[in-house]
DNA sequence: TGTGACGCAATAATCGATTATACGCAAGCG
DNA sequence: CGCTTGCGTATAATCGATTATTGCGTCACA
């Protein structure tokens, strides 16, 4: 997900660009977005601007409505608690899949991307909100890790697309909610470790579900009403 | 899903034309798709050409290759279960969803449903070819009509693209898997209309897991190797 | 003063042309 | 004789221009 990659052309960059500037909320829940202002900004054609746009439109985090354009998608209650059900469903599923199948090379690799995630989350606490977005990255790449072993890459492909639709409401939320997220990281580690994958999948249920209670509280979150 | 929409632009309803080109086998699994011989093809620029590529990219229905084109997506074995795996996953979630939220508008719609799909399938045992496509549209219009009350517009679109693309690869098979599956799809509906989800579930798992025996016995569908 | 038709400005959709890249073949060199 | 390097063609990527649509503001008329 996340990262623009550097060799790619034009298209694929405007692409990844636009995407995490939806993502990290660079550009404004339901607001216009013009051609012509898109291609000052990018600084591409308006056909290849089009080209990102159909793209994120097949994603849903753009909307095209008729002849009238595109627009960024719109950041609702129920579309959070949607997009959260369904990162359960299938980050539930991939994990049972994972524990499974998971070699030692898995652990390691869970084990790494805790590690990196667990020093980020200090910086969090210590308050330098300038890691806001690597922390982020980071959590990725431990969930990621975590079911990287569950020998689906449609499943995985689908589980970053939901990811990074729920990440978009988590970026709003600006208050640190990492003491209580640290800790379930922690459990689900562990929970890898024994190859516990009913207990992962409890622990991850609430760590989702707090998230989501997080975000419908903070008024940063939904901005609408 | 599937039928082309009538008054859209040129770029919608080329979209739509490709991605069913696809699904129903008339483009094959892995070809490269030239630009130009598509201008021809569909009457419609490159630029437009390519809008629609980029969509069904993100789809996975359509595979970008760097700075070299686009390939049809190929159909694999793996990836045949990968998918079947994730419309049971998707479906029976929101099978459960629906049952416990369906009103009587609900099972009207499941009631008309089956109906409709029932017909096409007495003309398809009657050996009536020619209504394969919309026997398919039927029984996709049924599958809907029974998770249509789960109340997520989210998994409702999820599930509708990995529906389609399973649907590509019964498409392939020519024989008619219909007595079985007809019977699954009437127990279906009869657990509706009891609203006993655990029962619906078990007869979609066996009817998913059916269909994908079907077609990987079925040396129609699979082409590689 | 309200309403509807008209036209103008803004913007989207579509296109064809231009530039860049990749691939195959052939010629030169080891 | 095989490998590499350079050239030409085929094809993709990108662009700017042209056409179509929409939405708003204004003016005429009831």
Redesign the interface.
């Known amino acids: 997900m996340i990262l623009p990659s550097e060799d790619a052309?034009v298209?694929q960059s405007t692409y990844e660009t636009l995407r995490t500037d939806i993502i990290f909320g660079r550009l404004a829940p339901a607001s216009k977005l013009k051609l012509d202002d898109l291609r000052d900004t990018y600084g591409a054609s308006v056909?290849t601007i089009?080209?990102?746009l159909?793209?994120l439109?097949?994603?849903?985090l753009v909307l095209a409505e008729g002849?009238r354009g595109f627009f960024v998608a719109p950041m609702t209650a129920k579309?959070l608690v949607?997009?959260a059900?369904?990162r359960i469903?299938?980050e539930c599923?991939a994990l049972t899949l994972s524990f499974a199948n998971g070699d030692t090379e898995w652990e390691g690799r869970i084990v790494s991307a805790h590690h990196k995630l667990h020093r980020m989350e200090q910086r969090m606490a210590a308050n330098d909100v300038s890691v806001r977005e690597s922390w982020k990255q980071y959590d990725w790449e431990f969930h990621q890790a975590l079911i990287s072993a569950c020998d689906?890459?449609?499943?995985l492909?689908?589980h970053g697309s939901?990811f990074d639709k729920y990440l978009r409401y988590q970026m709003r939320s600006l208050t640190f909610r990492g003491d209580k997220a640290a800790r379930e990281h922690r459990e689900m580690l562990d929970a890898a470790m024994d190859r516990d994958s009913e207990r992962a999948k409890t622990i991850l249920r609430s760590h989702i579900e707090g998230g989501v209670r997080h975000c419908l509280n903070n008024p940063n979150v939904l901005p609408n009403r």
């Open positions: 052309g298209g056909s089009r080209e990102a159909n793209r439109t097949t994603e849903e002849q579309d949607e997009i059900d369904l469903l299938l599923h689906s890459a449609s499943l492909s689908l939901v």
